[in-house]
């Protein structure tokens, strides 16, 4: 059964950094294009960054810009999210999705699977 697990949110003050982690089980991560996303209160599930299964990334969203990194490593069949110079509006849950044999998109129901979310709060 096909299964992505995120971790390594939590609470951090604006200006820090955090890595979110999703780990896939079930299957093997190298055929398929992984999306971050993100969906804060009251707000849309929007995406942030995603990754294909070539290596390529794509930056999904303007506001992480030069903040935010993406990467796999597929030996671990894990993708990465890099997260710096965090702000207060990067506050929201944050998913990654998987999807097989596309590129990347930003549009959520783009993707097959996905993983239950991690929080992610930035507040002093």
């Known amino acids: 059964q096909l299964q992505l697990v995120e971790s390594g949110g939590g609470l951090v003050q604006p200006g820090g950094s955090l890595r979110l982690s999703c780990a896939a089980s079930?299957?093997?991560?190298?055929?398929?294009?992984i999306g971050w996303f993100r969906q804060a209160p009251g707000k849309e599930r929007e995406g942030v960054s995603c990754i294909r299964s070539s290596g390529g990334s794509t930056n999904l969203a303007d506001s992480v810009k030069g903040r935010f990194a993406i990467s796999r490593d597929n030996a671990k069949n894990t993708v990465y999210l890099q997260m710096n110079s965090l702000k207060p509006e990067d506050t929201a849950v944050y998913y990654c999705?998987?999807?097989?044999?596309?590129?990347?998109?930003?549009?959520?129901?783009?993707?097959?699977?996905w993983g239950q979310g991690t929080q992610v709060t930035v507040s002093s």
């Open positions: 999705a998987a999807r097989r044999n596309y590129g990347c998109s930003g549009y959520r129901y783009d993707y097959d699977s």
């Open positions: 079930g299957f093997t991560l190298d055929y398929y294009t």
